[in-house]
């Protein structure tokens, strides 16, 4: 079996790759949804492991993206350079999505990026499903990565949710829910607007964005969501 290191090449990675790829794996991500074209069948645990090994190599990522498999592809995103990474790499990437899996992965590195909140307001208007849901997946990875972030960049989020929640495909509605929920969560100030837009969304005639809006209430309101946003406005002793 191939051993791979920083100094491996993407031929030699996607050989790996090939090497432990699993059939069983690949028909099982179907339950989930996830389109397995271009998958070997390898976990993302399994994935990332690879990505530690062999380390951040810029050029060598873009190799490894042109593969077309989804796993090499995966690698890639985790191990290119998010400061070296330009919007119209990300616009060139993003017209390939197929598959969730694929966009929620790789949106982890566009949030990365210095042009990650141009890349939101564009993906958002961009009528393709998976390209669409990149932007609200990069709200949701936002408020992980962006610790510094002034909150009033997830407010200006809020309009932008609240325009797309009657999108009715599967993919993008969900990612317009995840992102609501995630913005809500990150701050007892940030809780409140973000609560208040999901029960204008449960209460609007349309089924998609009632489903979205009652689905958040559920979570903001959950005790244990609010005794987490309670913790974090405690003073530490």
């Known amino acids: ?23 069983e794996n690949r028909l099982g ?13 390898i976990s993302h645990g399994v994935q990332r492991q690879i990505a ?41 990437w993003a017209a390939t999505f197929d598959s969730w899996d694929i966009v929620d992965g790789v949106s982890d590195l566009f949030v990365d990026t210095d042009s990650w909140r141009q890349l939101i307001d564009a993906f958002a208007a961009d ?20 610790k510094k972030e002034p909150e009033t960049t997830f407010l200006e989020f809020l309009p932008i949710i609240e325009a797309h929640a009657n999108d009715r495909r599967n993919f993008v509605k969900k990612a317009v829910n995840w992102a609501l929920r995630s913005i809500g969560k990150r701050s007892t100030s940030l809780h409140a607007p ?5 029960e204008k969304l449960a209460n609007t005639t349309d089924k998609t964005a009632r489903w979205i809006g009652k689905d958040a209430i559920r979570e903001l309101s959950h005790p244990k969501t609010l005794e987490r946003l309670a913790a974090k406005t405690r003073p530490r002793t």
Not at 29 to 41: E, F, N, P, Q, V
Not at 52 to 77: D, P, V, Y
């Open 1 to 23: 079996m191939t051993e791979l290191s920083p100094e491996s090449s993407a031929e030699e990675i996607v050989a790996h790759l090939r090497e432990i790829g699993s059939e």
């Open 29 to 41: 991500m179907l339950r989930y949804g996830i389109k397995i074209d271009r998958a070997l069948g």
């Open 52 to 92: 530690k090994r062999i380390k951040r190599n810029h050029e060598r990522a873009f190799t490894l993206w042109e593969t077309g498999i989804m796993e090499a592809q995966f690698i890639a995103s985790v191990t290119a350079d998010p400061k070296r990474f330009s919007a119209a790499d990300a616009k060139r």
């Open 127 to 146: 009528e393709r499903e998976f390209v669409r849901r990149t932007a609200f997946a990069m709200m949701a990875w936002s408020v992980v990565h962006r």
């Open 194 to 198: 973000v609560l208040a837009l999901a």
